[in-house]
């Protein structure tokens, strides 16, 4: 079955730390897609990368940069510099084809909370 | 505007109540989902649309009914409700296919008395 995994349930970090969100997967299928999205307080979720499973590039957009390797199946998230804003809850989720490739769903994992203090 | 609104944001009803929830989306897309999310709980899907069909009931009570009307807009009608379900519901949409991110509008945050 697929699942995800987020080891780390809390982390606390001082402004201009860096720190490392981590999350592992698990999937039988050779084509999957692979996302991290972020929930801060307000409660919506911001949709911040998506990585397919033929790309292994790590990929890096500002403070934030991903590392995808498939042979440990994990995708884990890196933030540099943290500031306060960067504060919320993070989650990783691997994608599921649904009604023959039509749409998707995807699977959570149970989020890693980021507090960042001042 | 964002690409995906709801209404209401917050609500609170009685077990005997029936109450709806409105998602629409702004972003041309094909597909439409509803989510639950409870503390201490992974986002659970709940429903999911296809160019307006239910492709996925992923094991709901019927005490959630969930009704598609276009490709825009996206109901989950509640009746009956238990304590248990109170959560925050979330919608989402996106272009289709599994090479596609999920759009979240900002959630319900329901509470059942």
């Known amino acids: 079955a697929q699942k995800v995994t987020q080891a780390q349930t809390e982390i606390s970090v001082v402004e201009k730390e860096d720190v490392t969100l981590d999350c592992v997967y698990e999937?039988?299928?050779?084509?999957?897609?692979l996302f991290w999205y972020k929930q801060p307080p307000s409660g919506e979720l911001v949709f911040l990368i998506r990585?397919?499973?033929?790309?292994?590039q790590n990929e890096i957009s500002g403070r934030y940069s991903w590392n995808f390797q498939k042979s440990t199946s994990s995708f884990n998230f890196t933030i540099t510099a943290s500031q306060v804003v960067d504060s919320a809850v993070y989650f990783c989720?691997?994608?599921?084809?649904?009604?023959?490739?039509?749409?998707?769903?995807?699977?959570f994992g149970t989020g890693t909370l980021l507090a960042v203090q001042p | 505007e964002t690409g995906v609104t709801q209404t209401p944001r917050h609500l609170v009803m009685g077990m005997t109540n029936k109450k709806s929830l409105k998602c629409e989306q702004h972003?041309?897309?094909?597909?439409m989902y509803w989510y639950k999310q409870s503390a201490k709980k992974p986002l659970e899907l709940m429903f999911v649309?296809?160019?307006?069909?239910?492709?996925e009931n992923n094991s709901v009570p019927s005490r959630f009914s969930p009704e598609c009307p276009n490709s825009s807009h996206l109901f989950l009608h509640l009746h009956t409700l238990q304590p248990e379900d109170s959560a925050l519901y979330l919608c989402?949409?996106?272009?289709?296919?599994?090479?596609?991110?999920?759009?979240f509008g900002p959630g319900t945050r329901l509470t059942v008395t």
């Open positions: 989402a949409s996106s272009q289709g296919g599994g090479a596609y991110e999920q759009y």
């Open positions: 999937t039988r299928d050779t084509t999957y897609y």
């Open positions: 990585r397919n499973s033929f790309d292994e």
């Open positions: 989720a691997l994608s599921e084809a649904l009604y023959g490739g039509a749409t998707n769903k995807l699977i």
């Open positions: 972003l041309g897309h094909n597909a």
């Open positions: 649309y296809s160019l307006e069909e239910r492709v």
